[in-house]
């Protein structure tokens, strides 16, 4: 009898997975635990664990390629009914409950799961998960091969087990949905457009160690309780980092250096971009491909208009010194915070452009959720910034700067990233002049903020030199005509050129 | 033998240096051990051995005098010959001595009793010891020298050691018990020998000029023990700095000062506990270029490297904390990162230190203040030893375990034990922070029971608030 292992469905949105490594060969042995693969899907490298013992018969998937969540991509043997099977598997028929349903193959039951949080590491049933701390160590050491150390964010579910249902024995389970819905009253909120970078980037997953792993015994990971911890909270998946410690051992030192020179890659990244080689084609990758498709969706099926204003800043520049001279509020203001918030005032007025065109109607978002268009490796993400409306200007850089701490630590949860209701794209710190971006799907509309500059402005009849800045609003001309997306864009700048009412 | 070159020279035979040689000649290198005095150095002969030995006199001497009256067993009239104890515990450091110079041959160590010094980056001079055969050699060629040369005892200005004025060293060879004796300094070795004192019948004055007793030990822990001293019939007097020492009689007068008012403490003899210095003077730094700060510690990088690439060093005569087992660690970290099996560098912060009086005082890491100072949010879990059931059958209920350990990740940041046994339970906090331990795993790691060991638990449960048992 031979059990199929399938793709398994490693975040919410992920469809389909791309093989990027097999980490373990046809005839090689497999512990319950063992990393079989890594995987590419469309938010981040993972990798995949086996939840069986047995021998790995046959790949069918092969390295570099895709295949829809659910196809079945490795065949598994268990291994001969001998008993060190038995005995490396500690008894796992016992635990009934370590073997979930399959969701999948079931979506919909996936989403009844409720998900507590963050799960960066996908892998693992909730059933299979065991309570952190002394007896948390179901990770299992790498096979020999593998070339870094595997491991998951310690679990910080404590909840009960789920349900077993639909036992498939020997197959490979999907990890219980990582399901967080937008606001739930946003139905129509659709997923951001643009997903997560992929969290490890290869110049960073090096190698952990040249000291093989003993014989391929299923050994507890090595990682600190302190270092996963700390992983845990930074939200890392400790998988990622490297351990310098004994046979590559991850210590708290090594998720500190990680976040370190995370922050030091990203930083050289924006001053350097990365630019291929002439003459050479490359493939995209997940991130880019779900960029083009959604972009090119967007043009395709969104008539844009565009509508430019010129905003003095004057005033908004004179409102941000003083609260950082007066040092008011805990948070530092920046221009982009005090953007978001006049384009919620502005939105909370004109409802149509928070709102998204659906099978010839117009659902208007019950929320205001602003995406703030965000450049990262290669890629874009929009983190999130929920419900504007209930928030004070402060409250709002807080959560800015929440946002912009997790785009360094790499510590999204996928609502952070979803469940936009409009987009700002900020390239004033760019020196651009003027530029005009595209709707985000299903979105009714973007702002484009251009840099402030110094220009020549007209003063009760005088020439002088004001601080002025571009903005450029695309609208959806489905749901908005010319006259709304006017009105929209003046109201934001009178409330960028009145900032006292921002205040309030 | 002038031709040869060794690769390793190691200047001093102490735990810091023999320990270096052991783990150098392992790892395959040709390596001399160059001695003054004993081998084992002072840990051995003049400090932590002999020292203990004394210490478990007392508390047999304490246990006997309390036989009556806590077991209801009777015993006659108590006596000692002081002399003995002595010998005893010179026999416990000769024996460990010679166990060291037996490790050494069977290691394949070169060992020479020789003064050692600085010739040259790969040239050490040998002299000869004063009442000793001449050293084989005037010189040894090395690849690279390793000082390990440790710490002699500091004095105080106008000072002179004899007729009763004693440092540690002095005092464990002085067989005749005084009547009296002032204790200068409430550190680690006054604590200990006013503990010994006392124990035989001495009237023990200790002065600090610290308001507390151990200072840079946590304060809770300090007071605790001074309670404890003063207790047992010790005076102890705290803030109380050092002005002069008169002859006054058969015995000496110690002027003090405390709060700008005139004190003085009289006793038979006196014993100068202020501390230790690296021996880092005589041996020719200049000649190799090697730096030193002003209290005379070598300057050393991250591979124990002095100022000359040649040449490194360890233990006291390189850094505080003046501990046998930090030399010994640093002796075995500095000869592996010179052999290439291991990376450079050195946790200072996982150092335990340990006081052998009764109760006993034992630490790690940092105290609830140090981290507070550092700026660290913490939550402390206190666990008392009466209220731990061995502690009680034992009837050793004084004292308490105090851990430290950081809000944001319940890190065990240090760990302070005050009590019976207190040194050996440091171990399993010194483990579990090299192993970045949290209360979590503290707290879930099975302690058998009944035994001491429980409170460190009950101790990692209370940082969480969850102590069972208290």
């Avoid at chain 1, 059933?127 to 160590?137: H, W």
């Avoid at chain 1, 008539?303 to 430019?308: A, E, L, M, R």
């Avoid at chain 1, 005009?436 to 484009?448: E, F, K, N």
Wanted: negative net charge; glycine residues 10%.
């Amino acid at each position: 009898m031979s059990n199929e292992i399938v793709m398994p469905k490693l975040s919410d949105t992920m469809e389909e997975g791309k093989i990027l490594r097999w980490l373990k060969h046809p005839g090689d042995a497999v512990h319950h635990g063992d990393a079989l693969a890594e995987v590419e899907t469309d938010k981040a490298d993972m990798v995949m664990e086996s939840f069986d013992d047995g021998v790995l018969a046959e790949i069918r998937l092969k390295e570099g390629e895709t295949a829809k969540v659910g196809a079945v991509i490795a065949i598994l043997r268990p291994a001969g009914a001998g008993a060190e099977a038995s005995a490396a598997n500690g008894g796992a028929e016992a635990k009934p409950a370590e073997v979930v349903a399959e969701p999948a193959d079931e979506p919909e039951e996936a989403t009844a799961i409720p998900s507590s949080g963050p799960r960066l590491a996908p892998i693992r049933p909730a059933a299979a998960r065991k309570r952190r701390g002394a007896e948390a160590d179901g990770e299992n050491r790498p096979p020999r091969s593998a070339p870094r150390v595997v491991a998951r964010v310690a679990d910080r579910d404590e909840e009960p087990a789920a349900p077993a249902k639909g036992a498939i024995a020997g197959k490979v389970e999907a990890p219980p949905p990582e399901f967080h819905p937008a606001l739930s009253a946003v139905r129509s909120a659709g997923p951001t457009a643009i997903p997560a970078p992929p969290a490890r980037d290869l110049t960073i997953a090096t190698p952990v160690s040249d000291v093989p792993a003993t014989s391929g015994e299923a050994g507890k990971l090595r990682a600190s309780p302190l270092a996963r911890r700390a992983a845990e909270e930074a939200g890392i998946d400790i998988a990622h980092i490297r351990g310098s410690g004994p046979d590559g051992r991850i210590t708290k030192r090594d998720v500190d250096n990680f976040i370190r020179e995370q922050q030091l890659f990203k930083f050289r990244r924006l001053i350097a971009p990365r630019e291929g080689m002439p003459g050479t084609r490359e493939e995209l990758s997940k991130m880019r491909k779900t960029i083009a498709h959604r972009m090119a969706q967007s043009k395709r099926e969104i008539p844009h208009f565009y509508v430019t204003v010129e905003v003095d800043m004057e005033e908004a520049v004179k409102l941000k010194s003083s609260l950082e001279a007066t040092e008011l509020f805990e948070e530092d203001i920046t221009y982009n915070d005090i953007i978001v918030k006049a384009t919620a005032l502005a939105l909370s007025r004109y409802t149509r452009m928070n709102a998204s065109y659906e099978n010839d109607g117009i659902v208007i978002y019950p929320n205001i959720n602003i995406g703030m268009a965000v450049a990262v490796e290669d890629g874009l993400i929009v983190p999130v910034i929920h419900e504007c409306e209930h928030l004070t200007l402060p409250e709002i850089a807080r959560a800015a700067h929440r946002l912009v701490n997790k785009a360094a630590h790499g510590g999204f949860t996928s609502e952070d990233l979803s469940g936009a209701t409009f987009t700002i794209s900020n390239m004033g710190m760019l020196n651009v002049e003027h530029f005009a971006a595209v709707i985000v799907p299903p979105q009714a509309g973007i702002l484009a903020i251009s840099a402030i500059k110094d220009r020549p402005v007209a003063r009760n009849g005088q020439l002088a030199i004001g601080k002025t800045m571009m903005m450029t609003v695309a609208c959806d001309h489905r749901i908005i005509d010319g006259v709304v997306g006017a009105r929209f864009l003046n109201e934001v700048k009178r409330f960028l050129e009145n900032p006292a009412s921002l205040l309030v | 033998m002038a031709n040869s070159r060794y690769d390793l020279v190691v200047i001093g035979s102490g735990p810091g240096g023999y320990v270096a040689a052991i783990r150098a000649s392992q790892l395959k290198m040709r390596v001399a051990v160059i001695e003054r005095d004993l081998p084992g150095g002072v840990c051995l002969n003049w400090g932590c051995i002999p020292s203990k030995a004394l210490l478990n006199s007392a508390e047999t001497m304490e246990a006997i005098r309390g036989a009556g009256a806590e077991h209801g067993i009777a015993t006659g009239e108590i006596t000692f010959d002081f002399k003995r104890v002595i010998a005893r515990s010179r026999a416990a450091a000769d024996k460990l001595s010679k166990g060291v110079r037996f490790l050494l041959r069977k290691n394949k160590i070169d060992y020479f009793e020789a003064n050692a010094s600085i010739a040259g980056p790969n040239t050490v001079a040998l002299a000869p010891v004063a009442g000793k055969p001449a050293p084989p050699a005037e010189a040894l060629a090395a690849e690279r020298i390793l000082l390990a040369a440790g710490s002699g005892e500091r004095l105080l200005p106008g000072m002179t050691i004899g007729d009763g004025v004693m440092t540690s060293r002095e005092a464990l060879v002085h067989d005749r018990l005084p009547a009296s004796i002032a204790i200068i300094g409430a550190g680690a070795i006054g604590a200990e020998f006013g503990y010994f004192y006392q124990a035989f019948g001495a009237k023990v004055a200790i002065i600090e000029l610290e308001q507390q007793m151990l200072p840079g030990f946590d304060a809770e822990i300090a007071e605790e023990l001074r309670r404890n001293f003063v207790k047992r019939g010790v005076n102890v007097m705290l803030g109380h700095g050092y002005k002069s020492l008169a002859r006054d009689g058969a015995g000496w007068k110690v002027a003090l000062e405390a709060g700008g008012k005139a004190a003085a403490v009289e006793a038979e003899a006196v014993l100068v506990a202020v501390g230790r210095g690296p021996l880092s003077r005589e041996l020719g730094l200049d000649r190799a270029g090697i730096e030193a700060d002003r209290a005379g510690y070598l300057k050393i990088d991250d591979s124990f490297r002095t100022t000359c690439p040649s040449i490194y060093a360890i233990g006291d005569v390189a850094r505080p904390p003046l501990l046998a087992h930090k030399a010994s660690a640093e002796g075995v970290a500095a000869v592996e990162i010179m052999a290439g099996v291991r990376e450079p560098g050195f946790d200072l912060m996982n150092i335990p230190g340990c006081i052998y009086c009764e109760p006993e005082v034992a630490c790690v890491g940092l105290s609830e203040a140090q981290a507070r100072e550092r700026g660290i949010e913490v939550k402390v879990g206190k666990f008392p030893f009466r209220a731990n059931g061995k502690a009680v059958a034992v009837n050793q209920t004084e004292g308490f375990v105090k851990l430290v350990a950081s809000k944001q990740y319940s890190e065990v940041l240090g760990c302070q034990i005050i009590g019976h046994h207190a040194t050996d339970l440091i171990s399993e906090i010194v483990l579990g922070r090299t192993l970045e331990t949290t209360t979590l795993e503290l707290g879930r790691s099975v302690h058998p029971h009944p035994t001491l060991s429980e409170s460190i638990m009950e101790a990692a449960l209370a940082a969480e608030g969850e102590a069972i048992n208290f």
